[in-house]
């Protein structure tokens, strides 16, 4: 596919306004890239590289969690095995009759400590003092069951998963920043927790080993062979990337262009390119593009799939979602733009889902093979 541009050259954003003539010109960042402009589509990727904010992952507070696979695929046989290496396991719910929460009370047996989350979670944790009364009692209530350890307690977090969670109005964030301060009030109260264990379910799960990094403590993550979890909407996913990659963390380092959309930065390069080489367009090849993005097909077959699934093309929800960096989401959307999954962008319009049908998209790609 070939792709025009028109014959004024967009201004680039500074401080978040256009400024008409730029003090440092693409003419100056596509001389660097002078060989790479031959192929528009590494051109692209070095533009983007260079002109938008660099995203990495790192895991939380750099605490990384020790992340172990169950030998069974069920939900089930981690839930007792974590509830066995446990000195105590905690359990946080707002509904307690779900089979997951009936499956730990009886797996943990005497070892079990129920805490009850307020539907008014999200008003408690707007007030420091209420806040901070609601930790203290949960860290009482740890100091006080009989299995409790002075030299040393391994706590098993458990609870209800996001999907339940919801219904009560409860989200992972909400049930972390709870067990933050409830690790603190350990602390605080001379109670030493030596590790912090979960099965890395979303919702309660997930909030504990997040807290847990947050406050530094160790903590450790028995998943079901498969790393399977399921999210807010109760979708099945499974790999061990993904279910890693909520432990994690972005970290954007924002150049001085980052206010600009990566269409108006192609648009302005290409029109500066053009003057200079004479060329009246530049060649978007797209088996380069995915090369260059250290993206294979099944990768990209994965990323439409996702966004046919959830009928939504937004270039956020797959750097969320997947793990990927500005650029590389972005030359993602441009692809699949290629391959009309999806809408060209229009100025500030988002982008439409073209393609909807799961069929032809399994189709398109079978043709790619």
Not at 177 to 191: D, N, P, R, T
Not at 224 to 235: E, L, M, T, V
């Amino acid at each position: 596919m070939t792709l025009k541009f028109h014959e004024n050259a967009l201004p680039l954003f500074r401080d978040g306004k256009l400024e008409p003539e730029p003090e440092e010109s693409l003419e100056e960042l596509l001389r660097l890239y002078e060989k790479a402009c031959d192929n528009y589509s590494l051109a692209c990727e070095k533009i983007l590289a260079a002109a938008r904010p660099y995203t990495e992952w790192s895991w939380i507070n750099d605490v990384v969690p020790r992340i172990m696979e169950d030998s069974a695929r069920n939900y089930s046989h981690r839930t007792w095995v974590n509830a066995v290496l446990s000195d105590i396991t905690l359990a946080l719910a707002s509904d307690f009759s779900s089979p997951g929460e009936i499956t730990t009370m009886r797996a943990a047996g005497d070892k079990h400590l129920r805490c009850q989350l307020s539907r008014n979670l999200k008003h408690i944790l707007r007030f420091d003092r209420e806040a901070a009364e609601e930790a203290a009692e949960i860290a009482e209530m740890i100091r006080s069951h009989p299995c409790f350890k002075e030299d040393g307690l391994r706590l098993n977090i458990a609870g209800n998963g996001l999907v339940t969670l919801l219904k009560s109005g409860i989200d992972t964030d909400m049930v972390t920043a709870l067990l933050v301060k409830v690790f603190s009030a350990c602390e605080k109260e001379g109670i030493k927790i030596v590790e912090v264990r979960s099965g890395g379910q979303s919702g309660v799960d997930e909030a504990g080993i997040k807290a847990a990094q947050k406050c530094g403590l160790e903590c450790s993550i028995l998943a079901p062979k498969g790393f399977r979890w399921r999210d807010g909407r109760g979708n099945e996913m499974e790999g061990k990337d993904r279910f890693v990659r909520r432990f994690r963390q972005e970290h954007i380092d924002s150049p001085a262009w980052e206010k600009a959309r990566p269409d108006e930065y192609l648009e302005y390069a290409a029109v500066k390119y053009n003057a200079a080489s004479g060329l009246d367009e530049l060649q978007w090849d797209i088996d380069l593009k995915i090369t260059h993005m250290n993206l294979a097909d099944t990768e990209l077959y994965e990323i439409a799939q996702f966004i046919v699934g959830q009928g939504n093309p937004s270039q956020s929800l797959i750097m969320r979602h997947f793990g990927k960096g500005y650029h590389d989401a972005t030359l993602a959307m441009y692809t699949l733009e290629d391959l009309c999954v999806v809408s060209p962008i229009q100025g500030s319009k988002p982008r439409k889902l073209l393609m909807t049908d799961m069929d032809e998209l399994d189709a398109l790609f079978a043709g790619r093979k």
